[in-house]
């Protein structure tokens, strides 16, 4: 069996999608009689083992992406590939590319709703752009032999539109790298945070649906007895006493160090569709204080956080105090728990792959994952 993913979501400072595809072509590494390859946007055609790269158009401000324009250069890789099953990791030219390729070759093409795009795009643009877009994806989506979404919230969506096969298929965590473990004594210290403060952290890419501000203004409202540590590319600079910037790309041994070393995650964010940094967060050992939307509604249990009022600086300070006013360190117990039993990578792809053998009607002895 052959599984080739193609999307324009990979870039050096991508978050979720670029993580669930390294995860998933690891994990299916150690599978017998598995092959899998990744198709990205690159700044030139290249090959090295099952990873290629087509030349795209690089993004001003896209902090590192880059778009495909031509579908034909796209569908003719993939159709070189030979592949057994085609997924289509974004709503865009590589999406349209995968299912011709998939026609041609006639193997079944799986597209993975990361993203909600009509609701990002409604926010910025209004209720006729949200509208349109919802076309779009009704339009591109139902063409697919089986549809992926990574929270209830977002199948919903995509079956009340009028999306058909649509499966419910969560991202994971790697419970190794991000482990309360990873905790470093002198991390406060060498960020020049006092160790007397209840340090709070959040960890991604500056953009809209972050709401980052809603943050800012959080802080103020807690005061001194509070810090904030914001991590990604793009993040504020003139922010408030109690917050510190680390305004780049940070790796993942600098950020599950972060984690652990911190007392709660911040996060604001009302458009998420899984919310990776959050699960990253439980699995490090911290409970959660975030809005009351999109996914952490369903991958933030009670006891492991406080979900409040969406975009309300007041309400989230009135979480913080809540949360840090009980036994925080149980509740971030209980949250390493919760990720361990719901998304570790090993059994998230492995029903995954059930999923695509039962696509490809293959037997099923050839879904087995070796496990380390």
């Known amino acids: 069996m052959h599984i080739a993913d193609v999307t324009m979501f990979h870039a050096p400072a991508s978050g979720g999608v670029r993580t669930y595809l390294q995860a998933k072509h690891r994990v299916l590494s150690r599978t017998p009689n598995l ?15 099952d990873h290629h790269t087509l030349p795209a158009l690089h993004l001003p401000l896209g902090q590192g992406y880059r778009f495909p324009l031509r579908r034909r250069p796209w569908r003719d890789a993939l159709v070189d590939l030979s592949p057994t099953l085609i997924e289509a990791g974004d709503p865009y030219v590589t999406a349209w590319a995968a299912l011709e390729a998939g026609q041609r ?12 795009l009509p609701n990002l795009m409604g926010d910025r643009f209004g209720r006729h752009v949200r509208q349109r877009l919802i076309r779009y994806v009704v339009d591109l989506y139902q063409r697919f032999d089986s549809v992926l979404a990574p929270c ?21 965590v790697d419970l ?12 406060r210290t060498a960020m020049g945070i006092p160790a007397d403060k209840k340090l709070l952290i959040f960890v991604g890419r500056f953009s809209r649906e972050k709401n980052i501000d809603v943050l800012l203004a959080t802080m103020r409202a807690l005061g001194s007895n509070y810090h904030l540590l914001l991590m990604g590319p793009g993040m504020p600079t003139q922010v ?18 972060a984690l652990a070393s911190s007392d709660a995650l ?55 105090s809540a949360l840090f006013s009980n036994d925080i360190a149980a509740s971030g117990r209980y949250a390493r728990h919760f990720v ?15 999923h695509y053998v039962d696509l490809c009607g293959l037997e099923q002895p050839d879904a087995r994952v070796v496990r380390r």
């Open 240 to 257: 408030p006493s109690n917050v510190t910037v680390v305004n780049r790309c940070c790796g993942s041994h600098e950020v599950a160090r």
């Open 105 to 116: 070759l006639g193997v079944p093409v799986v597209g993975f709703y990361h993203s909600d």
């Open 266 to 320: 911040l996060h604001a964010g009302t458009r998420e569709t899984f919310g990776l940094v959050a699960q990253e967060a439980m699995a490090s050992g911290l409970p959660v204080i975030g809005a009351r939307a999109g996914a952490l509604i369903e991958n933030v249990p009670l006891g492991a956080g406080v979900l409040c009022q969406p975009l309300d600086p007041d309400a989230m300070a009135d979480a913080c």
């Open 176 to 187: 190794e790298q991000f482990h309360p473990s990873r905790r470093d004594p002198g991390f």
């Open 152 to 172: 209830h919230a977002m199948a919903n969506r995509l079956t009340e539109w009028g999306v058909p096969n649509v499966r419910v298929q969560s991202l994971g």
């Open 35 to 49: 092959r899998t390859s990744l198709l990205v946007p690159g700044a030139e055609r290249d090959s090295l083992g």
């Open 340 to 354: 361990e039993r719901q998304f570790s990578w090993d059994s998230v792809i492995g029903s995954l792959l059930t």
